[in-house]
């Protein structure tokens, strides 16, 4: 967008202060923010046999998921966030230019990476939320806002995500996420179990004194970062035996360009 000399506002168009634009990590939205707000639902020109394919792909592909083949590519951001290794004192490597590895005591465990290639996963629009109070899995991986839509569902689109990864603190009894007091809390005194106690307390939940670091995982939509025509997502870059696209994992049998696409059946029946 940069490259077209492009304001935020010619997306994110504001109105009495409130600026459009939806979030997949927090229960927000101004209104809607789409491709197809200025382009068309299928913007390929039908004139020739391959873009008509593309046409036909915008069934069921996001247009982001074809025009940012990757992100972060000027600056590394945040990817894994380990809360466990907060309250130490720690050294860390940063010899990998596409890899910072850093330690703050107040936050923990931090790495960033640039030049990331997406994860996939369809979306039909809607997240699953995590809420206050909703339990975790204690010894496997709490996804926090998951998208919803699967194979067999036609409001849903492959999307590209940023997969956020990290460790949290929960209570190892009630099975749930601990909000820790942080702000002249544990960033003052680096006791997690006071910390604990106070945050449950404001927030009028139990806490058993007993606490384990979880492993959770956050999808943030990737929708920024668009680049040209020329540099977007091939044909081979997904239809190839080491593509970036897992299709087994999106719920389809092989390589859809050899078992066709996921309403086929109903097509044909038609």
């Given amino acids: 967008m940069g490259g077209q ?5 010619e997306c994110h168009v504001a109105y ?5 634009g939806s ?4 229960a927000v939205s101004e209104g809607s923010v789409s491709c197809t707000d200025c ?3 299928k913007p390929h020109s039908d004139e020739h046999p391959l873009l008509k394919k593309l046409n036909d792909h915008c069934d069921s592909i996001a ?3 074809c025009h940012i083949p990757t992100f972060a590519k000027a600056k590394p951001t945040l990817m894994f966030w380990d809360w466990s290794k907060a309250g130490k004192t720690m050294k860390v490597s940063q010899d990998d230019p596409y890899c910072i590895t850093t330690h703050h005591k107040k936050k923990g465990l931090l790495i ?3 030049n990331i290639r997406p994860d996939y996963a369809w979306y039909n629009g809607k997240h699953r939320q995590y809420l206050t109070g909703d339990s975790v ?4 991986v709490t996804y926090l806002n998951s998208p919803v839509g699967n194979i067999s569902d036609p409001e849903a689109k492959i999307t590209p995500y940023k997969l956020f990864s990290g460790i949290q603190p929960a209570d190892a009894k009630y099975e749930y996420l601990i909000i820790p007091k942080l702000w002249g809390g544990y960033w003052k005194h680096f006791d997690w179990d006071r910390a604990a106690r106070d945050g449950m307390k404001a927030a009028g939940l139990k806490y058993s004194g007993k606490i384990k670091f979880v492993n959770t995982k956050m999808y943030w939509r990737i929708n920024h970062e668009v ?6 997502l091939s044909c081979t870059n997904c239809h190839s035996y080491d593509g970036v696209m897992d299709f087994e994992a999106l719920g389809y049998k092989d390589d859809p360009a050899i078992v066709g696409c996921r309403f086929k059946e109903q097509t044909d029946h038609k």
């Avoid at 680049?227 to 977007?232: I, N, R, S």
Wanted: with cysteine.
């Fill in 112 to 114: 960033k990476r640039q």
């Fill in 227 to 232: 680049v040209p025509k020329e540099h977007a």
């Fill in 23 to 26: 979030s997949t990590t927090s």
């Fill in 137 to 140: 899995n204690l010894d496997g």
């Fill in 16 to 20: 009495k202060h409130k600026i459009s």
């Fill in 39 to 41: 382009h068309d639902e």
């Fill in 63 to 65: 247009c982001q998921t």
């Fill in 5 to 9: 000399d492009f304001s935020c506002q």
